[in-house]
């Protein structure tokens, strides 16, 4: 489904059609939660306060371990 960013006011917005809203079961005001993925795109998921501090601490051990992470992906 292809959609467009839009200016929204002073900000910009993806306006979902109904049938995206429905078929994600996605509600009005539904707060959602951006994850970065490899490749350069990205995943919307439905935001999970324990997923996101999950993903924080993730980021944190990344940060630290960023050395040993490079070397082992090699």
């Known amino acids: 489904m292809k ?5 929204i006011g002073n900000s910009d917005g993806v306006i979902l059609p109904r049938e995206a809203m429905e078929r994600f079961d996605l509600k009005r ?13 990205f995943q919307a998921l439905p935001y999970d306060p324990d997923f996101e501090a999950t993903m924080e601490i993730a980021d944190d051990i990344m940060d630290d371990y960023k050395d040993t992470l490079s070397t082992l992906a090699k």
Do not use: D, N, P, R
């Open 29 to 41: 005001g539904q707060q959602l939660h951006l994850t970065e993925l490899a490749g350069g795109g």
């Open 3 to 7: 959609i467009e960013i839009k200016k």
